[in-house]
């Protein structure tokens, strides 16, 4: 086999240039990132070469040097963050961003941050004002605080609060509430980072008011009390609350902290949810500084909320760690539209996406379940379909224990396995996450919106995700038979393939609107 001849046969950059699919690529996105694009793609060819025993398989990789080309400078310019449809019923879902903001909301905000606005600007006095100034008040007249303030997020507020309170000196905390919160937020290690002391008190299970009263000493700056959002500790167990915890704290002259973590401000258990303590309840009962999270049970950004007595949020507000921690303009916009509808606790269940999932009634789960079960028997799939029962999960670390009665849409393909199925859904233009369980694909309705419907029908669908040989499955395949593996073109192959299928996906009726459910209400 003559390298040298493969070397040579590798098309010159300039000859490259004027192939027309190249300018075309060069046409719709940029010289530069053409260039880029095929620098790469030569010097993963010459490096292939090199490593290559086979001749024919080495031209058929010179072959594909303008495909590839083509498929980094699409990598390069598709967005990798898409919206999916979350079928899981998880409704905090984490790892699918947690709480969503209503399509009003968002308007609302894109106004907002595609020009100028007032975000630290006093228009009545027409000087300098503060971001917080937007939504302090209204947390004020919710929760019954003195004073509000808001950071990146909860773990942030925490860590704010115990530098702002407690550096160089110690803080008290019951052994039951070293919690750990997902993606390695440790009450032990936000303590250590914010310069404050752990004290721990009590056992695993069981703590005393005596606990906590022996471990006060001249160096005890806090009393800090963490809500065990996502455990529960059951059987013969012991905790002080906060009631008690107050004159204790009193008497000594400390502030009482609470991590709340989720952070409700409506009383759940109207609505059949286990109740959840609210920060309502936590600032009645007298705790001096109260955090939680925007984005759980309040239905609202990624924030983390710190309200309480104003001479703590004074701190705070003064303290440098809070130029790092800050949050931008989209989340002071969206924290005072979402506190607006806590107004008025019937608006806030109906249009806060998270609280109108909790406390959709079964009925309505089943109604839309028994609509999509329809929709999709209408696509004629190769596949049993109909509405099961589920338990849908609140999710976010909040209320764990929880299990809401609802409806989905149960898959069973019968051509392909269910694995096989969920696999292709995720793939999809707009990626379908679904539950499976009993080897099937359940599509828990009550997370999802019914405008998504039809995009999951069509979907499925028009590229044949159900068939033996899919045209996803398809592509796949013909990607890897090119020389397109995963280690090859990590990314690369995922997102141009997804390109491609989004044109497929435009050609089967998915328009752009669909693709984005940007203008669907
Ligand atoms: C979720 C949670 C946090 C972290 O909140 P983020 O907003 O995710 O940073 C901290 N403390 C408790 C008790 C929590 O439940």
């Given at each position: ?141 919710i ?120 952070g409700v401000l409506v009383d759940l258990s109207k609505y059949?949810i286990?109740?959840e303590?609210t920060v309502q ?16 049970l309040l239905g ?41 509808e806590y107004?008025s606790e019937e608006?806030a269940v109906?249009?806060l996406?998270v609280l109108?999932?909790i406390t ?162």
């Amino acid at each position: 086999m003559n390298k040298n001849m493969l070397y040579r046969s590798i098309p010159k950059v300039d000859i490259l240039l004027e192939d027309e699919a190249i300018q075309a690529l060069i046409a719709r996105y940029s010289r530069e990132t053409v260039m880029e694009s095929i620098h790469i793609e030569m010097d993963r060819l010459r490096r292939y070469i090199g490593q290559c025993e086979d001749e024919e398989k080495a031209r058929m990789q010179i072959s594909l040097l303008t495909a590839h080309i083509e498929m980094t400078v699409g990598a390069m310019h598709t967005p990798n963050m898409r919206m999916v449809v979350n079928g899981t019923g998880t409704i905090l879902h984490t790892n699918l961003g947690r709480a969503p903001i209503s399509p009003e909301h968002m308007k609302r905000i894109a106004q907002i941050a595609t020009g100028y606005s007032n975000l630290e600007y006093n228009l009545e006095a027409g000087r300098r004002g503060e971001r917080y100034s937007h939504f302090e008040k209204l947390l004020c007249k919710i929760t019954g605080a003195e004073a509000a303030m808001a950071v990146n997020n909860n773990a942030a507020a925490v860590m704010l609060i115990l530098s702002s309170l407690a550096k160089g000196g110690e803080v008290i905390v019951s052994r039951g509430e070293l919690v750990e919160i997902g993606g390695k937020f440790r009450i032990p290690d936000v303590m250590e980072q914010s310069g404050a002391a752990l004290v721990e008190v009590g056992t695993t299970n069981k703590t005393h008011y005596d606990d906590y009263e022996n471990a006060i000493t001249e160096e005890t700056k806090a009393l800090l009390k963490v809500h065990t959002s996502n455990y529960r500790i059951i059987g013969f167990t012991d905790t002080v609350g906060i009631d008690e915890l107050i004159p204790l704290a009193k008497e000594h002259e400390l502030p009482v902290i609470e991590d709340l973590g989720s952070g409700v401000l409506v009383d759940l258990s109207k609505y059949g949810i286990t109740y959840e303590p609210t920060v309502q309840e936590s600032i009645r009962k007298g705790a001096d500084v109260v955090c939680f999270s925007g984005d759980k049970l309040l239905g609202g950004p990624q924030a983390g909320i710190i309200i309480g007595r104003k001479k703590y949020i004074d701190m705070m507000k003064k303290n440098q760690l809070t130029r790092a921690l800050r949050i931008d303009k989209f989340t002071a916009a969206a924290l005072e539209l979402v506190l607006q509808e806590y107004l008025s606790e019937e608006k806030a269940v109906q249009h806060l996406p998270v609280l109108r999932m909790i406390t959709m009634p079964f009925e309505e789960t089943e109604k839309n379940a028994r609509t999509l079960c329809r929709m999709l028997r209408r696509a004629s799939l190769p596949a049993k379909i109909e509405p099961q029962r589920c338990e849908s999960q609140i999710g976010g670390g909040s209320l764990p224990l929880e299990r809401i009665p609802s409806m989905a849409a149960a898959i069973r393909p019968e051509k392909i396995s269910v694995a096989e199925l969920e696999e292709r859904m995720r793939h999809l233009p707009v990626p379908v996450i679904p539950r499976t369980s009993n080897d099937t694909i359940l599509l828990d309705v009550r997370t999802i919106e019914k405008h998504l419907f039809s995009t999951i029908v069509n979907q499925l669908k028009e590229l044949d995700v159900l068939e033996e040989v899919s045209l996803i499955g398809e592509r796949q395949t013909g990607a890897k038979e090119a020389g397109l593996t995963e280690e090859r073109h990590p990314g690369a192959k995922e997102v141009s393939l997804t390109e491609e299928r989004q044109t497929k996906a435009k050609e089967a009726g998915l328009t752009g609107k669909h693709q984005t459910g940007a203008d669907e209400v």
